[in-house]
């Protein structure tokens, strides 16, 4: 009985050490597996991650080939459009070129007949003087207005004269001295009758003939009175025309000096007289200015030249 009880206990430990062999073996088999199975699991995100990877750089593949498509086509429009510029800038450059020609041929066909034009003038204008025939020096002073309405070069200075000679040949031109329904008064300052001037003679006239001309025109009665004088220190001769006529509104002061510009339509003229005037001097460094006369209603018009 004993002995069978040793047996029973013996064979007991012998199967419980080899069941917690058998249950360690299969711990062991398991932890494997499951490793084995994490390790599958993470190959699996591995490979999901690079195909995701592989799926975006092929979309970003797919859309830089797209860009590059529309680069190339604008790109060739690029072109295009350079080749048209290309095209068109030379077009433009020879028509440019012919235009220049042309401009150069006008500005010295211009030119000779500005020349031819002058000179034919002068002959006339010598006749005039000559044979006393003032119509026809209105008429000559007018023609030469013509390019001293917008006229910007500079006029040549080439005589030497007494300042009181460009007053006395204004006088003549406009006939102001011979007017019944005005009194004319013309003063010549003591200085001014002895000092000399360098200007051109014919041109300063014609502007001081205008300022005459104007205030004739615009004065019905009354008088025009025409100052003539000198200032050493500022170097200038200086001519006052004024007179007891209708006036300027002071918003019109400097617009009176516009070309084809009339403030009063029942005067006959072109409206030029005043810009050819102020032209003519500002061309011989000079300048006309405008001022309300000092007594009552009337103008004054002040020319002023260089000495």
Not at 124 to 149: C, F, P, Y
Not at 241 to 268: H, K, M, W
């Given at each position: 009985?004993?002995?069978?009880?040793?047996?029973?206990?013996v064979?007991?430990?012998?199967?419980?050490l080899?069941?917690?062999?058998?249950?360690?073996a299969?711990?062991?088999?398991?932890s494997?597996?499951?490793?084995?199975?994490n390790?599958?699991?993470?190959?699996?995100?591995?490979?999901?991650?690079?195909?995701?990877?592989y799926?975006?750089?092929?979309?970003?593949?797919?859309s830089?080939?797209?860009?590059?498509?529309?680069a190339?086509?604008?790109?060739?429009?690029?072109?295009?459009d350079?080749?048209?510029?290309?095209?068109?800038?030379?077009?433009?450059?020879?028509?440019?070129?012919?235009?220049?020609q042309?401009n150069?041929?006008?500005?010295?066909?211009?030119?000779?007949?500005?020349?031819i034009?002058?000179?034919?003038?002068?002959?006339?204008?010598?006749?005039?003087?000559?044979t006393?025939?003032?119509?026809?020096?209105?008429?000559?002073?007018?023609?030469?207005?013509?390019?001293?309405?917008?006229?910007?070069n500079?006029?040549?200075?080439?005589?030497?004269?007494?300042?009181?000679?460009?007053?006395?040949?204004?006088?003549?031109?406009?006939?102001?001295?011979?007017?019944?329904?005005?009194?004319?008064?013309?003063?010549?300052?003591?200085?001014?009758?002895?000092?000399?001037?360098?200007?051109?003679?014919?041109?300063?006239?014609?502007a001081?003939?205008?300022?005459?001309?104007?205030?004739?025109?615009?004065?019905?009665?009354?008088?025009?009175?025409?100052?003539?004088?000198?200032?050493?220190?500022?170097?200038?001769a200086?001519?006052?025309?004024?007179?007891?006529?209708?006036?300027?509104?002071?918003?019109?002061?400097?617009?009176?000096?516009?070309?084809?510009?009339?403030?009063?339509?029942?005067?006959?003229?072109?409206?030029?007289?005043?810009?050819?005037a102020?032209?003519?001097?500002?061309?011989?460094?000079?300048?006309?200015?405008?001022?309300?006369?000092?007594?009552?209603?009337g103008?004054?018009f002040?020319?002023?030249?260089p000495?």
């Amino acid at each position: 009985m004993f002995y069978a009880l040793i047996t029973f206990i013996v064979l007991t430990v012998i199967l419980g050490l080899g069941l917690f062999f058998q249950m360690k073996a299969a711990r062991g088999h398991a932890s494997e597996q499951q490793q084995l199975l994490n390790d599958y699991q993470r190959r699996v995100d591995e490979q999901q991650k690079l195909l995701d990877d592989y799926r975006a750089l092929e979309k970003n593949f797919d859309s830089v080939g797209e860009g590059y498509e529309q680069a190339l086509l604008a790109f060739d429009k690029m072109e295009e459009d350079t080749q048209k510029l290309k095209t068109a800038n030379e077009t433009l450059e020879k028509r440019c070129n012919v235009l220049q020609q042309q401009n150069t041929q006008l500005t010295e066909g211009a030119q000779k007949a500005g020349e031819i034009t002058a000179q034919a003038l002068g002959e006339m204008r010598q006749i005039a003087k000559e044979t006393g025939n003032t119509k026809l020096l209105a008429l000559i002073g007018k023609i030469s207005d013509v390019e001293d309405i917008n006229g910007q070069n500079a006029i040549v200075r080439t005589d030497n004269i007494m300042v009181a000679q460009i007053a006395t040949e204004a006088i003549a031109a406009s006939g102001v001295d011979k007017i019944t329904y005005l009194k004319f008064e013309n003063s010549v300052a003591e200085d001014a009758s002895y000092t000399m001037l360098h200007t051109n003679l014919q041109k300063a006239v014609r502007a001081l003939t205008h300022l005459l001309d104007n205030a004739l025109k615009f004065t019905t009665e009354g008088s025009v009175k025409l100052n003539v004088s000198v200032d050493m220190d500022k170097m200038l001769a200086i001519y006052t025309v004024e007179d007891t006529g209708s006036g300027i509104a002071a918003e019109d002061a400097e617009r009176i000096f516009e070309p084809y510009v009339r403030l009063n339509q029942y005067f006959d003229g072109m409206g030029v007289g005043l810009t050819v005037a102020r032209n003519i001097a500002r061309r011989l460094e000079g300048d006309v200015t405008y001022a309300p006369a000092q007594t009552g209603t009337g103008s004054c018009f002040t020319l002023t030249l260089p000495i």
